[in-house]
């Protein structure tokens, strides 16, 4: 399983970003998919959706500004993240578990994408 991130980037406090994660390789419908991000001092979960998508699950801090979303017909993981702060500032990585149920800890994830640069700036 393979996945790669796009749509990170730089802008202003208040703006919005639009992360994708395109997955290739196993039965992407069955797969839970998240959101975590790797900050200097912390690595944290930001969103996830287990594998029915009938619930989505977010970190407290993200929670009204960020929307995770899938399409299972294109094989793709997206964040919209709105009202950006500039603690939003991180790598931001895409993540696939095969058990199709989400978790908060970051061991629990199958596959991880390279990760993509959000910058917030104040």
């Known amino acids: 399983v393979q996945l790669v991130e796009s749509g990170g980037g730089l802008v202003q406090a208040g703006g919005s970003l639009r992360l994708s994660c395109a997955v290739s390789g196993g039965t992407f419908s069955f797969y839970a998919v998240g959101w975590f991000r790797q900050a200097p001092r912390t690595r944290e979960f930001v969103a996830a959706l287990n594998w029915s998508s009938g619930r989505a699950y977010y970190q407290d801090s993200v929670d009204g500004r960020f929307t995770i979303s899938r399409d299972n017909a294109k094989n793709t993981v997206n964040l919209q993240m709105n009202s950006l702060k500039a603690e939003d500032t991180a790598i931001y990585y895409c993540?696939?578990?095969?058990?199709?149920?989400?978790?908060?800890?970051?061991?629990?994830?199958?596959?991880w994408g390279q990760g993509t640069q959000v910058t917030v700036s104040s």
């Open positions: 993540v696939v578990n095969e058990g199709g149920y989400y978790s908060d800890n970051y061991e629990y994830w199958d596959y």
